[in-house]
Nanobody
Framework: QAQLVESGGGLVQAGGSLRLSCAASGRTFSRSAMGWFRQAPGKDRDFVAAITWSGGTTYYADSVKGRFIISRDIAKNTVYLQMNSLKPEDTAVYYC?????????????????WGQGTQVTVSS
């Protein structure tokens, strides 16, 4: 059974950095685009970043552009989210997701598989 497992979340002060990892198992996601979303309490699940299966193209939400970097290691079936210059408003549960479709990577409905999420808390 396909599974995505996030790790790397935690508590960090504003201005700090964290790197999230998403390990895929149960099938190969080498042909899947991968995305990161986040959801704060009482809010919708928002797009953060996405990367095509080749890793050649990346997409970012305006709120994280210039601060976050998405990357993937196909051999390890893992996608990463390097988060720098963190702000309190980045506090949320972060989810990784995989999709077999192309395009509309900013929409949660595009994705076929989801992880359970990892909490990121940024203190001021």
């Amino acid at each position: 059974q396909a599974q995505l497992v996030e790790s790397g979340g935690g508590l960090v002060q504003a201005g700090g950095s964290l790197r999230l990892s998403c390990a895929a198992s149960g099938r190969t996601f080498s042909r899947s685009a991968m995305g990161w979303f986040r959801q704060a309490p009482g809010k919708d699940r928002d797009f953060v970043a996405a990367i095509t299966w080749s890793g050649g193209t990346t997409y970012y939400a305006d709120s994280v552009k210039g601060r976050f970097i998405i990357s993937r290691d196909i051999a390890k079936n893992t996608v990463y989210l390097q988060m720098n210059s963190l702000k309190p408003e980045d506090t949320a549960v972060y989810y990784c997701a995989a999709t077999l479709y192309t395009g509309t990577y900013h929409l949660p409905g595009t994705y076929n598989y989801w992880g359970q999420g990892t909490q990121v808390t940024v203190s001021s």
